[in-house]
């Protein structure tokens, strides 16, 4: 449904996405994943038909990004990642706007705009003014205007970014609910937790670069060897602590935080009990000693931080 | 601390200065200075030997009216911003909350935009000097000219940035800051003006600058800054980025003076009420939504200030120069021209760039709109606005027309005057269009359109001044002037008043000065013919370049990325 090929930005000197390619079928969920900067707006607003390419091309549904922006935007319900909305403007009237914008006919239009109220749970708000509504609702509503159109597609630039924990949880279950209609969605976000639960496959973008693609499950396999321990320390002997498990050579990299000592490491169960051994002996007072099972978020953080350090 | 150590001015005056634009535009001024002044110089001065001083006061009077207009003109642009310019940026608030005092912030604002006007005018010192040595001039009449220059600069800046202060955008700031300052400058130079020959009037003028202006100055200065530090002390505009819902009912309860009712006419022209029922099939949604939402969106006090300051200036205007001195009707209509000049632009030169600076585009950009129906809402909607609200003021005029007698005789003139503002009104907003296709920011739009349209339409009149010291004929000097509506509506001509030599049955009207702008072709029209026959077409290519600048630039282009 969505293709990506060999998609270059450049902006002077500078390698905005750097020779991106991938492919979404019909009905996945893709999340699309990076940290900020990463290059992952320049994609979607590539593939929303508004960013012209230095190289490359997107088809949606067939059609071409570069050729034919106007077939891909009848195909295609767009949410940018920072909008705005008229001032002085009701939510009836914003939705009527955006219909007559994308053709429906006047027949049909009232019908559907209560329609996507009533998904998205703005019915009551129907009368209200668009710049008075809370950052929650202005997303709904936003996502209410992605949908007016009834699009196959839907590119949905960090839906949730900037709302409280219940909005986040009444987005995911709306994306859910999207799915379930068998819409093609291409998600982006840079928080992973938020997409685990619905993405059918997740891409892992960074500088511009795709670190990772595939189903969750494959790039999960494809980091095991990376482990984490957390070391809590009942004294004043964290410096100590720390300093050995620098030394060790299966650890790569150590966070200290008050009592708590983070370490990412490399290695088999025997090499973590010869560490622990260590640790023993050197006389630090340990109350736990244990493995972080390891989240989505952070096989994000080690895929990406990799390349940053 | 209000000066030396000022962070607000320290941050001005970097970003003011810093700049190499800044240094080249100075060398540009002083360079266009010096050449004014090296071709006004008569040839037969030869070194410092003096010539008659009227020669000598004409060019100190270009120097000196030249420099008190670009102060008029240029101080809003840097000072009605400065205040509006840190809500658009949301730093408002962290500038608020800081520890300095609303003094510190208002000096820093003030100096900061006033520092680079007032080394521009520093650094025409020397050139105004030059005049002093061509005789004719007392020393003491230059001091008082930078005395009043300053004097002016303090004034006008401080109004800019108090209008500012009070309104949330810098386009509204910009227009309303234009609105008082330039009237009260015609005003300021009216009532100043001296007959050089004329001692005791000389005298008296000097008398008014030095004694009287001053206290005055200091008086209203006082209480611009208490009201503007108030305001910084307790903002009434911050809260949810300083934008809640305007609720247009509550707002007109406490509304001073003139109301606005979308249901009544004429308010109904430029304000169509809003919708209860979905837009009918076919309709233009940009249109609609720029009339019936958006119109009103930051409240109706810009659009209330505007109408009833014009119309309380046009009513003194209306009995002079209509009724009293009615050969004078062109100046009435310089009047409205003036106000479309002011109003047009601020509906049509943020058009564009508001979508952009709301982020409300790139929802724009993905819909099913062509960047040709979107582009024509845009001019449709902003020239509805401005035209209606620049023929409000054309009322007097037709009364005038009715109730005169001389102006009766000749009702086409008022054809024509109608079709010199038309035109006009057309020409800022497309004009004010294309800048806001062009730019990023609705500042930088509105200054640019403010900008271009000063080129065309007081450049040419301002030139036309100047040149007549040289030997142009009539002729020549009225061909540069066909771009400008002033000089279109003042090339009709009327006959003359009875005090000299009127009959009603001769009407003694002078002959036009035709031009012919194809030498050779033997076709001769007055100023006013070519000007509604330049702006039509010229409009229309303006209007195509604006089409492709926003396809080009904003639909297919990416410049949102």
Known sequence: ?309 | MLIRDNPVLTRELLVNLRSPRAFALQVAYVAFLAAVVYFYWPPEAGGTSQVGPGKARRLFDLFFFGQFFLIALVAPTFAAGSITGEKERKTYEMLLSSPLQPTTILIGKLLGSLSYLVILIVSSLPLMILCFLLGGILLSEIARAYLVLVMAAVTFGLLSVGCSSIFRRTSSALMVSYLVILPSAVLCLWLTRSDPNNLVQREFVSFLTVAVLPPWCLALWTVVAIVISRRLLRPPDVGSEGKDVVDEEEELKYAIGVVIDRDLFPDKLFAPAKRTELMPDGTNPVLDKELRSEIFSQGTLMLRVVIQVSMVLSIPLMAFLLFVRWERAAYYVAYVLTFNLLVGPVFSAGSITQERERQTLSLLLTTLLTPRRIILAKLLAALRVSTVLTFLLTEQLFLAYFLVRELRDRIWTLLVFLLIIATTCLATTTIGLLCSTLSRRTSVAIVLTYMTLLALFIGPVGLDWYLQGFSFTPERLAALTITSPYSAAFSITMPLNRGTGFSIEQPNVPPPVLVELIPGLGLGLPVWAWFLMLYPPLCLVLFGVTYLAFRWRWWRAGGLG
């Open chain 1, 1 to 309: 449904m969505i293709e990506v090929m060999n998609f270059t930005k450049r902006y002077g000197d500078f390698v905005a996405v750097d020779d991106l390619s991938f492919t979404i079928g019909k009905g996945e969920v893709f999340g699309f994943i990076g940290p900020n900067g990463a290059g992952k707006s320049t994609t979607i607003r590539f593939l929303a038909t508004l960013l012209r390419p230095t190289s490359g091309e997107g088809r949606v549904a067939g059609h071409s990004v570069v050729a034919e922006p106007m077939a891909v935007r009848r195909v295609i319900g767009f949410m940018p990642d920072d909008f705005g909305v008229y001032d002085g403007m009701k939510v009836w009237e914003f939705l009527d706007f955006f219909a007559v914008a994308y053709e429906i006919p006047l027949a049909y239009r009232k019908k559907i705009i209560g329609e996507v109220l009533e998904l998205l749970d703005l019915t009551h708000k129907r009368d209200a003014y668009v710049n008075g509504l809370s950052k929650g609702m202005k997303q709904r509503l936003c996502l209410a205007k992605t949908l007016i159109h009834d699009p196959p597609v839907l590119i949905l630039d960090e839906p949730a970014s900037g709302l409280d924990p219940r909005a986040r949880l009444e987005m995911k279950a709306l994306l859910n609910e999207l799915r379930g209609m068998g819409k093609t969605i291409l998600v982006s976000s840079h928080i992973l937790s938020e997409l685990s639960d619905f993405c059918t496959s997740i891409g892992i973008i960074e500088r511009g670069k795709l670190l990772a693609a595939g189903s969750i499950q494959e790039i999960q396999r494809r980091l095991r060897s990376h482990r984490v321990i957390k070391v809590r320390v009942l004294d004043e002997s964290t410096d100590r602590a720390a300093a050995i498990l620098r030394d060790d050579r299966g650890v790569h990299t150590v966070e200290r935080y008050d009592h708590t000592v983070t370490a990412e490491f490399e290695g088999q169960d025997e090499d973590m009990a010869r560490l622990l051994g260590r640790l023993i002996t050197a006389g630090v007072t340990i109350q736990s000693f244990a493995e972080e099972p390891l989240s989505l978020e952070e096989v994000f953080m080690m895929i990406t931080k990799g390349i940053v350090n």
